[in-house]
């Protein structure tokens, strides 16, 4: 400390002290000013890692959901393969128009005529009514559309009319209709159809 006892303060000592303050001021200012870029930088990392941590807690959730889904898919698909079995493919349309005979006399009924109306062609399916005449009494009648109603095929029954009963007999007409799906064929682009 004695360097400083008897040691007057020249215009030199001025400028250095005031340079060293401003370089001080300088450093401090550098300093603040990259704390605030560092702290805005630290709250986007934040923001970043809340924003993945929500993600990464609803992709848990959907994961958690994931094995309930895939067995429903299954259920459904299933469904729809219990359904397809349900519809007749093209082929198959005589031995149908056959078991509606084969229902019929098993039910004690006399068919009279079965005639294919034209088909309604939609999108996705195709529907095919036949129009049915029948001979036989009322239970028997009744019997032989719910037989076909809770039939190994997908049957729908319109247009019933039965008429009145004449000697434990009636006639009844109806048209049942019967589904198949449309399935179209896809043509790639150098002109080959692909199943």
């Known amino acids: 400390m004695d360097f400083f006892k008897n040691r007057v303060i020249t215009k030199g000592d001025w400028v250095i002290i005031g340079g060293a303050l401003f370089l001080l001021i300088l450093i401090s200012a550098a300093y603040f000013l990259m704390l605030n870029v560092v702290k805005g930088e630290i709250e986007q990392v934040r923001v970043e890692i809340s924003k993945t941590q929500g993600e990464l807690n609803e992709a848990r959730l959907i994961a958690a959901k994931r094995d309930g889904l895939i067995k429903e898919i299954e259920q459904v698909k299933q ?6 079995d ?4 093209d082929k198959e349309i005589p031995r149908l128009l056959s078991q509606f005979q084969q229902i019929a006399e098993l039910n004690g009924m006399k068919y009279m005529s079965i ?17 049915v005449r029948v001979n036989g009494g009322y239970p028997v009648i009744g019997e032989f ?30 048209v049942i209709s019967t ?8 043509t790639g682009e150098s002109g080959v159809t692909q199943s």
């Open 86 to 89: 349900k519809l007749p493919t």
């Open 79 to 84: 469904k729809i393969s219990n359904f397809e």
């Open 145 to 174: 559309l719910r037989s076909l109603e809770f039939g190994n095929r997908f049957i729908k029954v319109e247009d019933l009319d039965i008429g009145p009963q004449d000697k434990g007999s009636s006639e009844a007409s109806f």
């Open 115 to 131: 005639n294919a109306e034209p088909m309604d062609e939609k999108e996705l399916y195709v529907r095919i009514p036949f129009k």
């Open 179 to 186: 589904y198949m799906f449309v399935t179209k064929e896809k």
